[in-house]
């Protein structure tokens, strides 16, 4: 599923995929659900283009889906940042699905709804999340923005409390609730531009809804 990419992705990719699909980018929502229509199989598996499945995680795969014991599975994605993986800093999210009544929902951060009980599989993916700490920062502002407009279509105003406290409560919630500052100061340098993420987002609300962008 690709939407027009500019580099070699379409050339690197029709060499292995079976169906290229191909659909301008609006939403994340809208873009997986319209790939959905075209899988046929008892069972989805839904894959960035910066994610590896490794062969332990593929056995386990294999086996919940013989088991059949749940209508979904969650998978854990540590962050690849600073040339080494977070263990620490990690999102556990539904990615393994049995397709029957499934959809997305949202815009930025889109959630796979799943009508079955859910599992949830041991081995990591590998996600290659940042090439580096200015890439980190950049996707952090481009999905600001991003955010930021849609909070404002919901009517949502930028309190001193999504200001302040907020982005603090990022800070703790990534450094110390998830263990961040195991993972020295990569999980450091993390936790801090999550927060900073947060803040990021308000303060472009508030520019948004003040006509000053």
Not at 100 to 120: D, M, N, Y
Request: charge should be positive; hydrophobic fraction near 35%.
């Amino acid at each position: 599923m690709d939407s027009y990419s500019t580099d070699r992705t379409s050339e690197i990719a029709k060499n292995y995929a079976t169906t290229f699909l191909q659909r301008e980018f609006d939403d994340f929502s809208s873009q997986k659900n319209f790939a959905l229509k075209y899988a046929t199989c008892d069972w989805v598996l839904f894959l960035d283009a910066d994610e590896r499945i490794t062969y332990p995680l593929q056995i386990e795969i294999k086996k919940a889906i013989e088991r059949d014991e749940f209508g979904g599975y969650t998978l854990r994605f540590p962050h690849f940042f600073m040339n080494r993986f977070l263990y620490h800093h990690y999102d556990e999210v539904l990615r393994l699905v049995k397709r029957e009544g499934i959809h997305f929902s949202g815009t930025v951060h889109e959630k796979l709804q799943c009508p079955g009980k859910i599992g949830k599989l041991k081995n990591n993916v590998l996600h290659f999340t940042y090439k580096g700490f200015h890439n980190y920062i950049t996707k952090k502002e481009s999905y600001a923005w991003f955010q930021a407009e849609q909070l404002n279509k919901r009517g949502k105003k930028a309190t001193y409390f999504y200001f302040f406290f907020k982005p603090m409560f990022r800070l703790f919630k990534s450094l110390i609730l998830k263990g961040g500052f195991r993972d020295g100061i990569p999980g450091l340098a993390v936790s801090v531009a999550n927060a900073y993420g947060v803040f990021s987002r308000y303060v472009k609300l508030h520019l948004i809804r003040k006509g000053i962008r």
